[in-house]
């Protein structure tokens, strides 16, 4: 790989770390999946910026966004497209290069490729042809939401990534019952035009207590990261014009869970904040009975015989609510 070493802006400490990262292992025919900055282009690190700059192609997903990050950091490296729309033959593409010996670094818009962003399916691809795929973490929305929102502890740091929310009131109001029935803060994107309707459908489902925490703009100079119960949401997004206007991470919190009966079927039969109905129909929407039993315990403690008997019969119930539809 070309020793060629980077610019010193901040003299010899700056010099001797890139002469530190230069040194490392560099593979040739491995896939290098970079994460770049999501605002900031300050925040690129020292590793991401070498595979940038000395990969022999960059896979973007636009590569209008990633010509902006490559001129600001003096990189010269060509550019192909691998987004949503040609992921299927960009993989082969990028297969094809690495079994030729070419480094190939992939990158999304922003942040970590493969994570809510296009990606998967090209290290999907490279990975079943037994070539390297080689990760370079760096920055994420989502990590950066829930260090500014301090809505995780060091007890409980459980958290659910949940993606974008359906853009229709009627599938996102299921979703966001789904979602919310986990005892542990659910972090999700919104995009501006539908965050005052997500809210709306938020304080409908989780009620007007529950916590939201609203992170827009992180990492650039209008970053606003604000925590307020749903039902005073809209009133906080109606106190400046420019509130509704960025990209968003939105972080639903965990109801508070409450005391409750030590027995388990008397547990189970009490309605806590969060509702277990609610969770083992999330469950049984993508597992077996008993996988969903054996989640369901190992979230909420509970016995899982009795978790099993309760889902046996909320999957009964589904099945004739379906027969007599």
Same mark, same amino acid.
């Given at each position: 790989?070309?020793?060629?070493?980077?610019l010193?802006? +901040?003299?010899?400490?700056?010099?001797?770390?890139?002469?530190?990262?230069?040194?490392?292992?560099?593979?040739?025919?491995?896939?290098?999946?970079v994460?770049?900055?999501?605002?900031?282009?300050?925040?690129?690190g020292?590793?991401?910026?070498?595979?940038?700059?000395?990969?022999?192609?960059?896979?973007?997903?636009?590569?209008?966004? /990633?010509?902006?990050?490559?001129?600001?950091?003096?990189?010269?490296?060509?550019?192909?497209?691998?987004?949503?729309?040609?992921?299927?033959?960009a993989?082969?593409?990028?297969?094809?290069?690495?079994?030729? @010996?070419?480094?190939?670094?992939?990158?999304?818009?922003?942040?970590?490729?493969?994570?809510? &962003?296009? @990606?998967?399916?090209?290290?999907?691809?490279?990975?079943e042809?037994?070539?390297?795929?080689?990760?370079?973490?760096?920055?994420?929305?989502?990590?950066?939401?829930?260090?500014?929102?301090?809505?995780? /502890?060091?007890?409980?740091?459980? %958290?659910?990534? $949940?993606? %974008?929310?359906?853009? !229709?009131?009627?599938?996102?109001?299921?979703?966001? !019952?789904?979602?919310?029935?986990?005892?542990?803060?659910?972090?999700?994107?919104? *995009?501006?035009?539908?965050?005052?309707?997500?809210?709306?459908?938020?304080?409908?489902?989780?009620?007007?207590?529950?916590r939201?925490?609203?992170?827009?703009?992180? +990492? !650039?100079?209008?970053?606003?990261?604000?925590?307020?119960?749903?039902?005073?949401?809209?009133?906080?997004?109606?106190? &400046?014009?420019?509130?509704?206007?960025?990209? %968003?991470?939105?972080?639903?919190?965990?109801?508070?869970?409450?005391?409750?009966?030590?027995?388990?079927?008397?547990?189970?039969?009490?309605?806590? /904040?969060?509702?277990?109905?609610?969770?083992?129909? $999330?469950?049984?929407?993508?597992? *077996?009975v008993? &996988?969903?039993?054996?989640?369901?315990?190992?979230? /909420?403690?509970?016995?899982?015989?009795?978790?099993?008997?309760?889902?046996?019969?909320? !999957?009964?119930?589904?099945?004739?609510?379906?027969?007599?539809?």
């Amino acid at each position: 790989m070309n020793q060629t070493l980077p610019l010193s802006p +901040t003299g010899e400490i700056w010099q001797r770390q890139a002469e530190r990262v230069v040194q490392q292992h560099w593979p040739r025919g491995a896939l290098y999946v970079v994460a770049t900055p999501i605002g900031n282009l300050g925040d690129i690190g020292l590793r991401a910026w070498h595979a940038l700059a000395h990969a022999d192609v960059i896979a973007a997903e636009d590569t209008r966004a /990633t010509r902006t990050l490559c001129e600001a950091w003096g990189i010269g490296t060509p550019l192909i497209a691998a987004h949503r729309h040609n992921e299927a033959t960009a993989a082969e593409a990028i297969c094809a290069r690495l079994e030729a @010996g070419e480094r190939v670094a992939l990158v999304s818009d922003a942040g970590a490729p493969a994570v809510s &962003d296009p @990606g998967a399916r090209v290290v999907r691809a490279v990975r079943e042809r037994g070539l390297p795929v080689i990760p370079i973490p760096g920055p994420s929305a989502v990590i950066t939401a829930l260090m500014g929102s301090g809505v995780t /502890t060091d007890e409980n740091p459980a %958290f659910a990534f $949940a993606g %974008f929310a359906p853009p !229709k009131s009627t599938a996102r109001v299921r979703w966001l !019952k789904q979602w919310s029935a986990l005892p542990a803060p659910v972090v999700f994107f919104e *995009s501006p035009h539908r965050l005052r309707a997500t809210v709306g459908d938020l304080r409908e489902v989780c009620g007007p207590t529950r916590r939201l925490t609203i992170a827009r703009e992180l +990492t !650039k100079r209008f970053e606003e990261i604000a925590t307020v119960a749903l039902d005073e949401a809209i009133a906080w997004l109606d106190g &400046d014009a420019h509130r509704e206007q960025g990209e %968003f991470v939105l972080i639903l919190h965990a109801a508070p869970v409450i005391a409750a009966p030590t027995d388990d079927e008397d547990l189970l039969a009490t309605s806590g /904040t969060w509702n277990r109905d609610t969770l083992l129909d $999330a469950l049984l929407s993508r597992l *077996s009975v008993r &996988d969903a039993a054996r989640v369901a315990a190992d979230i /909420t403690g509970l016995s899982r015989d009795a978790l099993y008997r309760q889902a046996l019969a909320r !999957k009964a119930a589904g099945e004739t609510d379906d027969a007599e539809e």
